[in-house]
């Protein structure tokens, strides 16, 4: 997952987050605002603070860091949980280098990621807290990553146009000395309230273990209920997700909200209808000739492409979407108008004035935003762009549990 297109991104970092309702439950209520929605909270999950990812792509980490934080709140741990986001992209950038020198460059080398590269840091090296290593090691108050992202490209490019046609035994320091200026030495063992840690034994003492968790998606390529590597860019890791019908990934989200969970949420957000600054997210069908009549038909026609594209787009409240079938959503897959573009968590359930049901959404693009940093995705825009969800095993339903072999 990346933050969206480079150039779109920077405009929607914020400043940094330093919200007073840390780990609490937002209060359930109605916020009339000025874009036409009023949005009534019905069920939220506890979750911790939002969070800036700013000038970096690593939305997957911010993301699946902040749905095992939930986890360690659920299950009535530590209520001031803030793991280090930037210890598990570091983990990610030295394994991801080491199978891109492995395959001559034939993999993908880049910021993004998967919610399956957390859960593969905590299995197999552990989680630091946020006070232990914050990453920021290179005069920078909030991340920054385009010097570094460039920087370990263009060395790890270096390294495999070596004239000597063979790769060096120094390669692997030399990257992990260029991790270490910019985010900072690995922490091997740190101190909290009096006692000693290794990030593993850390994350043993959370109730942390990747064999907790499942990614679930729908798609039709392949068989359902049998698990694969979703074919986008940065499942640089080739973690298998379980594929199941649209219909039971819908009720796997909806079951794990109702229960208390939160749910890692891998989406497209490149579409006119994702309105982050104005707080919704909706897939309105699209006007043309053939669903307008009268006065607003006679005005249609006379309109340019550029004001047709610009009158669609054009959102002021609630509106007629767009009917998701499994079918439309595979094509929207297959013909890239849906793609990997972010990471984020969903904490809950809402509704809008007319009582189409919306899904609650934290985002890491800080709080300087019209709901804090939250925002609220319409169903028919969850079912088409959803890439893939995490959720707890526990949280699946016990029908789809049993088809996908978990009981």
């Not at 030399?174 to 740190?190: H, K, M, S, V």
């Not at 309109?303 to 079938?325: H, M, Q």
């Amino acid at each position: 997952m990346k933050k969206l297109i480079y150039a779109a991104a920077l405009a929607l970092v914020c400043p940094l987050t330093a919200a007073a309702t840390d780990m609490q439950a937002p209060a359930p209520e109605a916020k009339p605002d000025s874009t036409g929605f009023k949005f009534n909270d019905i069920k939220i999950n506890p979750t911790t603070s939002v969070k800036d990812q700013n000038k970096s792509g690593t939305c997957w980490s911010f993301s699946g860091t902040s749905f095992l934080e939930d986890d360690v709140l659920r299950r009535g741990g530590d209520k001031n949980i803030d793991l280090s986001e930037m210890y598990t992209v570091r983990k990610c950038y030295i394994d991801k280098a080491k199978k891109y020198i492995r395959t001559h460059g034939n993999v993908n080398f880049a910021p993004g990621g998967s919610f399956a590269d957390v859960i593969n840091v905590v299995d197999t090296y552990g989680v630091v807290p946020e006070a232990v290593y914050d990453g920021l090691n290179y005069g920078e108050d909030k991340h920054v990553h385009g010097e570094l992202n460039n920087a370990l490209t263009a060395y790890l490019n270096a390294v495999l146009k070596n004239p000597n046609r063979k790769v060096s035994t120094a390669w692997l320091p030399g990257f992990i000395g260029i991790l270490d200026a910019y985010l900072g030495p690995e922490p091997t063992e740190f101190t909290i309230d009096g006692k000693k840690y290794t990030p593993q034994s850390y994350a043993k003492e959370l109730g942390l273990k990747g064999d907790d968790f499942i990614s679930i998606t729908s798609f039709t390529h392949h068989p359902f209920y049998k698990p694969f590597a979703i074919e986008i860019p940065d499942n640089w890791l080739w973690a298998e997700s379980m594929n199941v019908p649209l219909d039971e990934m819908k009720a796997t989200i909806d079951n794990a909200l109702e229960n208390g969970y939160t749910v890692a949420w891998g989406a497209d957000v490149s579409e006119p209808g994702f309105k982050w600054a104005k707080g919704f997210a909706v897939l309105p069908e699209p006007k043309s000739e053939a669903n307008l009549e009268g006065t607003e038909l006679s005005r249609w026609v006379k309109l340019s492409d550029k004001e047709r594209d610009k009158a669609n787009s054009d959102i002021n409240g609630p509106v007629k979407e767009i009917n998701v079938t499994q079918e439309s959503r595979q094509a929207g897959f297959d013909n890239y108008q849906t793609t990997d573009d972010h990471g984020m968590v969903i904490v809950g359930i809402a509704e809008d004035q007319n009582g189409n049901r919306f899904y609650k959404v934290k985002n890491s693009w800080d709080t300087n935003q019209i709901y804090d940093g939250y925002f609220y995705v319409s169903e028919p825009f969850l079912l088409a762009k959803t890439i893939n969800v995490m959720v707890n095993k526990n949280a699946v339903p016990q029908a789809v549990a049993k088809k996908i072999g978990l009981k």
